[in-house]
């Protein structure tokens, strides 16, 4: 049986494929721009500048500031510096950090960006922007901030470290866990967050044998770019809601935490997601209980499986179980302090997630 739905198709233009950031000069020209800024991360600056030298005259220089959360400070540094040297688009080359830039900077004053990105976390595809400003951070949507095109090549992903290649490639499935019990998913939606799931977590434990295994990183490039359609697509659940005030008020590494709690909140959450259930089991290859296969592929992949070890207190949980339950996400099943208290205590202990009643 097909749910009434409705379905909002985001512009995206995506260029695809090993080498497909050689083609930056030509986007930016097909689009009518004259003048780039390339926005990157400390650790990103030689890849900033080797792009903006690619742009030759149509580089108007390189900030390489981003940081996680998208400061307001780094902001106002970024839209400064772009009115400055007269740039007419961003380029925003790196994680989610440097893509939060380019958005904060299309929020202050409208200019495009483009987006390379070079984890899976997805930022690209979606028009959500974040600002963080005396500690808190401020979200919203806004279709200016969707960048007008999106050069994945996952040639840019071999320099991502084993570990942090894992914990981004999860926290990409997340987004598309979520959108298959999303209440605004929809069949379309459905495909891409079965095929992304699918094709994450087949290219991760290859990506742990060969780092440097270019097929696989095309794979995961690939998964990551269909699972953060989704999340740009639909509207997240729980498991976003507790990874945001995780990472929020105890300052956790965002895809790391993604990693820990995925297997807690879809277990939480399977009773009520029969559907969702059924394409998680295709893509994780049959198996009977997908959030129990989450579990045992974090620590396969050697991923960390407890916020304990991400630095989280015990006597924290009751801080972020009131925090959850203040401001709660839509849900397919309650959500209830108890309910809470229980997946927080197995979460942070590193326990496996409760057996599905079905599988
Ligand atoms: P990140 O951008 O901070 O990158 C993580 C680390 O990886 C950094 O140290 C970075 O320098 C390094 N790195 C990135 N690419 C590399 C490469 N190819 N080689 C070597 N090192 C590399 O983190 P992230 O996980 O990509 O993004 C997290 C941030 O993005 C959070 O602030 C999160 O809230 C935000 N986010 C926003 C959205 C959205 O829709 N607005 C979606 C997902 C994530």
């Known amino acids: 049986m097909i749910r009434p739905f409705t379905y909002q198709a985001l512009p995206m233009r995506v260029v695809f494929g090993v080498?497909?950031?050689?083609?930056?000069?030509?986007?930016?020209?097909?689009l009518g721009y004259e003048r780039a800024l390339v926005l990157c991360g400390p650790e990103q600056e030689s890849t900033g500048r080797m792009i903006a030298d690619a742009l030759g005259s149509r580089s108007a220089g390189v900030l390489a500031e981003a940081r996680m959360h998208v400061p307001l400070e780094v902001a106002d540094l970024a839209r400064d510096r772009a009115l400055a040297l007269g740039a007419d688009c961003c380029v925003a080359v790196g994680g989610g950090s440097a893509i939060g830039l380019g958005k904060a900077v299309a929020l202050a004053h409208g200019l495009p960006v483009l987006a390379v990105p070079t984890t899976y976390a997805g930022s690209e595809m979606t028009p959500i922007w974040g600002l963080t400003e005396g500690g808190r951070k401020r979200t919203g949507r806004?279709?200016?901030?969707?960048?007008?095109?999106?050069?994945?090549d996952p040639g840019l992903t071999l320099t991502l470290p084993t570990d942090l290649s894992v914990t981004s490639g999860i926290n990409a499935a997340a987004h598309a866990v979520e959108a298959l019990y999303a209440p605004d998913?929809?069949?379309?939606?459905?495909?891409?967050?079965?095929?992304?799931?699918?094709?994450?977590?087949?290219?991760?434990?290859?990506?742990?044998?060969?780092?440097?295994?270019l097929e696989?990183?095309?794979?995961?490039?690939?998964?990551?770019?269909?699972?953060?359609?989704?999340?740009?697509a639909t509207t997240m659940s729980l498991h976003h809601k507790l990874c945001?005030?995780?990472?929020?008020?105890?300052d956790l590494p965002h895809a790391a935490t993604h990693t820990v709690v995925l297997p807690h909140a879809l277990a939480y959450n399977q009773p009520g997601a029969p559907q969702a259930v059924a394409a998680?089991?295709?893509?994780?290859?049959?198996?009977?209980?997908?959030?129990?296969?989450?579990?045992?592929l974090a620590g396969e992949l050697g991923a960390p499986r407890s916020l304990r070890?991400?630095?989280?207190?015990?006597?924290?949980?009751?801080?972020?179980?009131?925090?959850?339950?203040?401001?709660?996400?839509?849900?397919?099943?309650?959500?209830?302090?108890?309910?809470?208290?229980?997946?927080?205590?197995a979460a942070w202990a590193g326990d496996p997630p409760p057996p599905h009643a079905a599988a």
């Open 216 to 232: 696989a990183r095309e794979q995961a490039q690939y998964g990551a770019w269909l699972s953060g359609a989704c999340l740009g």
């Open 244 to 250: 945001h005030s995780l990472g929020g008020t105890l």
């Open 19 to 30: 080498g497909a950031v050689k083609s930056l000069p030509q986007e930016i020209e097909r």
């Open 309 to 345: 070890r991400l630095g989280m207190a015990e006597t924290d949980i009751p801080r972020i179980v009131d925090e959850v339950l203040a401001d709660p996400y839509a849900n397919p099943i309650d959500v209830t302090a108890e309910g809470l208290t229980g997946l927080l205590h």
């Open 142 to 152: 806004d279709p200016r901030v969707l960048p007008v095109s999106v050069l994945y």
């Open 185 to 213: 998913t929809s069949p379309i939606i459905s495909l891409m967050a079965e095929e992304g799931v699918r094709a994450l977590t087949n290219a991760l434990p290859a990506l742990v044998r060969d780092n440097g295994d």
């Open 280 to 296: 998680l089991r295709r893509a994780l290859g049959g198996t009977a209980d997908p959030a129990r296969r989450f579990w045992e």
